[in-house]
């Protein structure tokens, strides 16, 4: 079973693929924490789309060619897991995060022939690797408030509510597309859950009970 949680910042994300992934037989993924060497072979299995890239869009868009490989190696991974029996594998910032940013910040590369098609061939992709999406929200004000709360730095933690505010509904819309394109291409199970007024140990319960459905 593959489970990618997703949600604008502040909805709590991480915190619930911690908790879940210390569930027995289960394991945690992301686009950020790949090894280093299986990332080098996904750049040098990606250089034709790379190459294509570049040529058509006549630029050199280093993040989205980051996105392209990073995409690639956790594809590859996730195949290795399933061979090795891994009973639950929960992404963090895995293909829906990738592709919802490249909505949010490569809007006007996606117009190019070229960016549009690797999109869609990439979401089909998915769509056939991805079982269960979780998708994390709470209300505007506590999202702000989480975000400038923790520890961890973030670009919008010094913002004011109104920019957080917009920062929010920008990766709702962007979710929302990269989500509709993965059900349009196969029956990926989404589960809407808020993360406001209720604890993370009772936000896990049901994740991991809807899980469990889904898997039988």
């Given at each position: 079973?593959?489970?990618?949680?997703?949600?604008?910042?502040?909805?709590?994300?991480?915190s619930?693929?911690?908790?879940?992934?210390?569930?027995?037989?289960?394991?945690?993924a992301?686009?950020?924490?790949?090894?280093?060497?299986?990332?080098?072979?996904?750049?040098?299995?990606?250089?034709?789309?790379?190459?294509?890239?570049?040529?058509?869009?006549?630029?050199?868009?280093?993040?989205?060619?980051?996105?392209?490989?990073?995409?690639?190696?956790?594809?590859?991974?996730?195949?290795?897991?399933?061979?090795?029996?891994?009973?639950?594998?929960?992404?963090?910032e895995?293909?829906?995060?990738?592709?919802?940013?490249?909505?949010?910040?490569?809007?006007?590369?996606?117009?190019?022939?070229?960016?549009?098609?690797?999109?869609?061939?990439?979401?089909?992709?998915?769509?056939?690797?991805?079982?269960?999406?979780?998708?994390?929200?709470?209300?505007?004000?506590?999202?702000?408030?989480?975000?400038?709360e923790?520890?961890?730095?973030?670009?919008?933690?010094?913002?004011?509510?109104?920019?957080?505010?917009?920062?929010?509904?920008?990766?709702?819309?962007?979710?929302?597309?990269?989500?509709?394109?993965?059900?349009?291409?196969?029956?990926?199970?989404?589960?809407?859950?808020?993360?406001?007024?209720?604890?993370?140990?009772?936000?896990?319960?049901?994740?991991?009970?809807?899980?469990?459905?889904n898997?039988?």
């Amino acid at each position: 079973m593959v489970a990618e949680v997703v949600g604008p910042a502040g909805a709590g994300k991480s915190s619930l693929t911690e908790r879940l992934s210390q569930q027995p037989g289960a394991t945690r993924a992301s686009i950020f924490r790949l090894p280093r060497v299986w990332w080098v072979i996904g750049a040098l299995q990606s250089i034709p789309a790379l190459v294509a890239l570049c040529i058509r869009t006549r630029s050199l868009p280093w993040e989205d060619l980051r996105h392209i490989i990073r995409l690639r190696t956790l594809h590859r991974l996730l195949q290795r897991q399933r061979a090795a029996g891994t009973r639950l594998v929960l992404l963090d910032e895995g293909p829906v995060f990738a592709l919802a940013w490249l909505q949010v910040y490569g809007r006007d590369r996606l117009r190019n022939a070229a960016m549009a098609a690797w999109w869609r061939d990439t979401a089909r992709e998915w769509a056939r690797a991805l079982d269960v999406v979780v998708l994390l929200d709470a209300p505007d004000a506590v999202l702000a408030s989480r975000v400038r709360e923790r520890a961890k730095p973030h670009p919008m933690k010094h913002k004011t509510d109104a920019e957080i505010a917009t920062f929010s509904a920008t990766y709702r819309e962007a979710y929302a597309g990269v989500i509709s394109a993965l059900t349009a291409e196969n029956h990926v199970r989404v589960v809407s859950l808020s993360s406001d007024g209720d604890t993370p140990e009772r936000v896990s319960t049901r994740v991991l009970d809807l899980i469990e459905a889904n898997g039988n």
